[in-house]
């Protein structure tokens, strides 16, 4: 992951005091850097974004950084931040390293004891400001109470204060030509990511984001949004993925949003995510959604059995996915369904219904192979383990 050779012509030799790391974001160019660096540059602190997903870790930028901040929204994006700071400090041992996003939290235990100096909660742009001001202060962080940063002699709650968010900051980042592309009629284009809010109103069982939101969402107001889209057009940009645990949690602002994004994009296509349950809530704004430039819906359907759907508190029955994609079909917009085929409470007979289930329902070419593989993980603070005793999870 480190660049072996000297800085690189065109890097100078010393670099901001800030130094940000994004490892996976599932292809996207990461949102989790740019609005952090919008936020810190704003406030006058110089700041580097580095997405080590397709560009190497700078020598001369590790060396300088008096903090080094490592995104972690998932878990394959926490395992490679994990491996990325071993080098950061044998790069800089004195700089302070600091954890933000859903994982980042959920495993503070493991962070903080083995390579973290703080980890944030909740909503992180405001903490991590707070607490470059500390250190920039000379104050020491084990001493100086911030809201969402925990650190090794304690620990503090999620920060779920309303967000005031800027535009994202992407001008350093890697152009869209590195991520992902939007694949239609055999025709690649080069695809964007926004994310219109942040939380979530839903309470699954095995979902990351409910330890930290506990049923809480906070919307990015549509002008931000926009302002964000309008950057990643000008760069290129054809298509747009909203990637919000769940778009259609504030339906009228998610139809506020389609509306003025096809009003100034008209040949513009997105694709966004929600459950079940809201397709089958809001039939008809679904219908005005693919009117309005959808190409397809994200939903994790995640199982065709009852049992397993009820322990993981989903909303929904297999009936109800029965009758949402009648909806997505009338309103021709095509599902990608997302699954979770092994649980502990799975029988190969349930694994062999949802594969007939998938062969049925004609949607073999909407599942890509790995989804078929995926299975159910327990995080540290994982609602799930509030169900189920003690040792339930060791058997």
């Not at 609005?35 to 001369?60: K, M, N, Y």
């Not at 972690?72 to 990325?84: E, K």
Request: some cysteine.
């Amino acid at each position: 992951m480190i660049d072996p050779a000297v800085p690189a012509i065109g890097e100078p030799a010393t670099t901001p005091g800030v130094l940000l790391l994004a490892c996976y974001e599932m292809g996207h160019q990461p949102l989790s850097l740019a609005w952090p660096a919008a936020v810190l540059r704003q406030a006058g602190i110089p700041t580097r974004a580095i997405d080590l997903a397709v560009e190497p870790l700078p020598r001369g930028a590790v060396a300088s950084a008096r903090v080094v901040a490592v995104a972690a929204p998932m878990h394959t994006a926490l395992r490679l931040g994990v491996r990325a700071v071993a080098e950061v400090r044998a790069l800089n041992p004195t700089a302070h390293v600091v954890f933000f996003g859903l994982y980042a939290w959920l495993n503070a235990d493991y962070l903080l004891a083995t390579v973290a100096d703080a980890v944030i909660a909740g909503e992180y742009e405001a903490p991590l400001l707070e607490l470059v001001r500390t250190i920039n202060s000379g104050a020491s962080l084990e001493t100086t109470a911030i809201p969402g940063i925990s650190t090794r002699v304690g620990r503090t709650p999620p920060h779920l204060a309303r967000p005031a968010l800027p535009r994202p900051d992407r001008a350093e980042l890697p152009d869209l030509s590195n991520y992902a592309r939007y694949l239609d009629n055999e025709r690649y284009s080069l695809s964007g990511y926004v994310e219109a809010s942040r939380g979530c109103l839903h309470t699954c069982r095995h979902c990351p984001v409910v330890p930290i939101y506990g049923g809480r969402f906070f919307v990015v107001p549509v002008e931000t949004v926009m302002a964000d889209v309008r950057q990643q057009v000008a760069a290129g940009a054809e298509h747009i993925t909203f990637g919000d645990p769940d778009f259609l949690n504030g339906p009228g602002h998610a139809l506020r949003l389609a509306r003025a994004l096809h009003a100034e994009f008209p040949h513009l296509t997105f694709d966004f995510t929600t459950k079940v349950e809201h397709i089958l809530k809001h039939r008809a704004l679904v219908g005005e959604l693919r009117t309005l430039g959808a190409s397809f819906v994200v939903s994790a359907f995640e199982s065709v059995s009852d049992d397993v759907l009820r322990r993981l508190h989903k909303g929904h029955s297999r009936a109800d996915m029965d009758e949402a994609l009648a909806v997505l079909a009338a309103a021709r917009l095509p599902v990608q369904p997302t699954w979770l085929p092994f649980t502990p409470w799975t029988t190969l007979e349930d694994y062999l219904d949802l594969l007939q289930w998938i062969r049925e329902c004609a949607l073999i070419s909407h599942v890509p192979a790995v989804q078929l593989s995926i299975r159910l993980l327990v995080p540290p603070r994982s609602a799930l383990l509030d169900e189920y005793p003690p040792g339930y999870w060791g058997k």
